[in-house]
């Protein structure tokens, strides 16, 4: 278990880094705007458990896999932009809504599938662990997997917060939509736009520059 001073730089520098709008938020907001404050928070559910599939995953080494092995990494990249353009496309597919307040895109369970398959596919995620937790590791102490994983929670547990704000201040913004009856547009055309725009940034990670910044916020 790191100690207190340690847990305080991380979470102090976490906090840095998610606070910056990512792939992630853009996602997060996408969904809140689209569909609402309960399906936003979904979404943000799906990502941090994301996160925290990558973080047990570096705590237990597993993440040095994606570093090292281009193959690897290729495969979760391709895999991640590849669902991401789906849904894109799909959303685009779809018939508008008709915009009443209770327009919804997709179910809060959907929103949550996405949300984890939108972190657990990304290799960025996966690089930024690697890259930023031992920063924090002290090996003199012994049990870097306990170190590392007990990091991992404390991430996940700023990102819940931060993305939280972002979904609820971003949902606020819906009955504005409502009104200008501007929701089947966001809905449909900004929030397919957007997906496929996530996958295409996806498909452009590259192992040398993907560990400069997470997506998890």
């Given at each position: 278990?790191?100690?207190?001073?340690?847990?305080?730089?991380?979470?102090?520098?976490?906090?840095?880094?998610?606070?910056?709008?990512?792939?992630a938020v853009i996602y997060i907001l996408n969904r809140s705007v689209s569909d609402g404050r309960e399906v936003g928070l979904a979404a943000v559910a799906g990502l941090e458990l994301g996160n925290l599939v990558h973080a047990i995953a570096?705590?237990?080494?597993?993440?040095?896999?994606?570093?090292?092995?281009?193959?690897?990494?290729?495969?979760?990249?391709?895999?991640?932009?590849?669902?991401?353009?789906?849904?894109?496309?799909?959303?685009?597919?779809?018939?508008?809504?008709?915009?009443?307040?209770?327009?919804?895109?997709?179910?809060?369970?959907?929103?949550?599938?996405?949300?984890?398959?939108?972190?657990?596919?990304?290799?960025?995620?996966?690089?930024?662990?690697?890259?930023?937790?031992?920063?924090?590791?002290?090996?003199?102490?012994?049990?870097?997997?306990?170190?590392?994983?007990?990091?991992?929670?404390?991430?996940?547990?700023?990102?819940?917060?931060?993305?939280?704000?972002?979904?609820?201040?971003?949902?606020?913004?819906?009955?504005?939509?409502?009104?200008?009856?501007?929701?089947?547009?966001?809905?449909?055309?900004?929030?397919?736009?957007?997906?496929?725009?996530?996958?295409?940034?996806?498909?452009?990670?590259?192992?040398?520059?993907?560990?400069?910044?997470?997506?998890?916020?």
């Open positions: 278990m790191p100690d207190l001073s340690t847990i305080a730089a991380f979470a102090l520098a976490s906090l840095l880094l998610l606070v910056i709008p990512g792939p570096a705590a237990a080494g597993l993440s040095a896999v994606l570093a090292t092995s281009a193959a690897a990494f290729n495969t979760v990249k391709w895999l991640g932009a590849g669902y991401l353009v789906f849904v894109g496309v799909r959303t685009l597919m779809r018939p508008p809504a008709p915009p009443t307040g209770d327009a919804s895109g997709v179910s809060i369970g959907r929103a949550f599938g996405q949300g984890i398959v939108v972190n657990v596919l990304n290799p960025k995620v996966a690089l930024f662990f690697l890259s930023f937790l031992p920063q924090f590791i002290h090996t003199d102490d012994g049990r870097a997997w306990t170190q590392a994983l007990s990091l991992g929670v404390v991430f996940v547990a700023i990102g819940c917060v931060t993305d939280s704000i972002y979904s609820l201040a971003a949902s606020s913004m819906r009955h504005v939509l409502l009104r200008g009856r501007a929701l089947g547009v966001v809905q449909r055309w900004v929030a397919g736009t957007v997906f496929i725009g996530l996958g295409l940034m996806a498909a452009t990670t590259s192992a040398s520059h993907g560990a400069t910044r997470p997506t998890g916020g």
